[in-house]
């Protein structure tokens, strides 16, 4: 039997793509076949606590092909479908195929039982929900305080905390000492301050950063900050609250934006609200005293010794998000940790952990933060957020106005797949449309995209060092829908495998300006071209050589950007590009209006070229 499905392509799905509830989509499939057909069907279901499946019969229109409508009348979230086909046999025996998703989506698969199906996703969402116009068109750094610079004269390290260690170069190597159950004992300091930050502002513009995005900064025991002790004041060793306040005016006088990393899944064991150490006196917080206010924010299993921490580290108690008070801790209207920097003027937040942290208590940050005009919330999430479970709990971050976007993880697997050609490019794609087919447009748009973090490999690392593979990953990152976030030293090649190497201090002394350059020029690019920050998107490829290919479009502009992932130069043909959304003509169209002579693309090298109403550069 010969089926024909294909959610990518709009002549079998219309519109592409996840659609607003209530609204309508059209559903077209091909059957042709020696058997005789009784009935086409529709099969959809939501993902829900209780799952009720719809059968919508389908209506034959011409020969062999059948449509429906289905009206998204559930609400917003997750519908699944797929297609049953009814048949008879020559023998006048009945039987059900389904057709499903294959395993790379759009085109789709043939199943013989129900059970074995693996459904199409049809993601629905309440409202558009854009991000303020500043986070849209932002160009994001990501700084890890303690790593960047020392704005201090004679590069003294602000309040040392005891028991830590202070690296005698800026070129020392991140080192951890560790006791025998693995645990550290001694974490270490560079330095780096608020003021330093500060400092590089001139730095960080010449390089076209608009945002910062700044990894904790509350008072902690460690250097990453992600054990807070204390959330209303700024780590000693990076400042004071007034140097932050500064930093933050001083930012917006020069048209630049900062959010900040707000973990509200734990705390630290040696913080006020555990006070594992009694540093905060003897009968403050959990830990010392059953009675503390903040004692019912922690699940105790044997006090004080047994507790829940999270994925089981003890030093990281994980705290209770169904605790009014602790909901009021953070979100509250009057002295809650978001109204406490609110008055500080920051321009947003990214969340840790934002899986685990419940729905609602995402919605409580919101409805806060949506108090205040031009306010981003960006959450950590690994995956496809789309279709994330987790805790028990359908996430609904691409369906309702909760978070405007989360870090783009999946992309940033996608890239170094392309540039160490791991995979097929024509495979890479297929998983590239598939999250552009899963989120919502504007929730596409919000994504902050990144090919490096605190808890990856650096780039630079990850392509073996070479400087024509990491100019690739930034002409990806530029490409791609979303907001560029640049983790601080991946401008100028700094090395680094996991943690703690990947926190290596800024290398100020021994830059690779050359990557620094290309960093600039694409930072320049998407500040001078609307069709990089706003423009649609098709992922091209060319079957015959395996180049790739982006194309970004907005009315008055477009751009076209070749990219050759290979050791070897290739030659360039107008012939044998694909795209998953659009038929042949059409690619050679769009190919066409730019005109490009034949040519060869260099090994592990990129082409960008844009056409406007009156030129082409």
Known sequence: MDIQYNSWLTKFKQPFGAIKSNDKVEFNIFVDS????????????????????????????????????????????????????????????????????????????????????????????????????????????????????NGNPEKQVNSPKKNTMIYGSEEDLPFYIKDETGDIKRWDFYGGNLKGIKEKIPYLKELGITALYLNPIFEANSNHRYDTNDYFNIDPVLGTNEEFRDLVNTLHENNMNIILDGVFSHVGRNSRYFNYSGEYGKYIGAYQNPESKYFS????????????????????????????????????????????????????????????????????????????????????????????????????????????????????????????????????ISEMVTLKENYPKYFYYNALNNIGTHDTDRIYTECGGSYQKVALAFALLFMVPGVPCIYYGDEVGLEGEKDPDNRRFYPWNSQNITLKKVVQNWTKLRESHLSLSEGNIYYLYNTKNNLMAIHRYVDSEESLCLFNFSDYEKDYYETSWQCDELNAIAVSEILKRFDIPKLNVSKQHYLFLVKSKHNKI
């Open 297 to 428: 924010w922690f699940n105790f299993f044997n006090f004080p010794d047994e507790y829940k921490s999270w994925w089981g580290i003890a030093d990281l108690p994980e705290v209770n998000k169904h605790i009014p008070s602790f909901q009021q801790f953070i979100y509250g209207d009057q002295e809650s940790v978001l109204a406490k920097w609110e008055d500080y003027n920051i321009d947003g937040w990214r969340l840790d952990v934002a899986d685990e942290l419940p729905n609602f208590f995402l919605k409580g940050i919101r409805e806060k933060l949506n108090q205040k005009e031009n306010q981003v919330l960006i959450g950590e999430v690994w995956e496809d957020a789309s279709n994330k479970i987790a805790y028990g709990e359908s996430k609904e971050y691409a369906s309702y106005p909760v978070l405007h976007g989360v870090m783009n993880y999946p992309l940033r697997e996608q890239i170094l797949d392309l540039i160490n050609e791991q995979k097929p490019v024509c495979d890479v």
């Open 34 to 149: 020696k058997e005789i057909i009784h009935s086409v069907s529709l099969v959809i279901k939501k993902q829900q606590e209780t799952i009720e499946i719809e059968e919508l019969p389908m209506t034959l229109f011409e020969e062999n092909k059948y449509k429906c409508h289905y009206q998204v009348k559930k609400g917003s979230g997750l519908y699944l479908y797929c297609f049953k086909i009814h048949a008879i046999n020559k023998e006048g025996h009945h039987f059900h195929l389904y057709y499903g998703k294959n395993k790379t989506g759009g085109q789709g698969h043939q199943y013989t039982s129900e059970a074995e199906i693996s459904w199409y996703q049809l993601t629905s969402y309440s409202q558009i929900d854009e991000a303020p116009s500043w986070y849209r068109n932002a160009c994001f750094y990501q700084i890890f305080p303690d790593r960047f610079f």
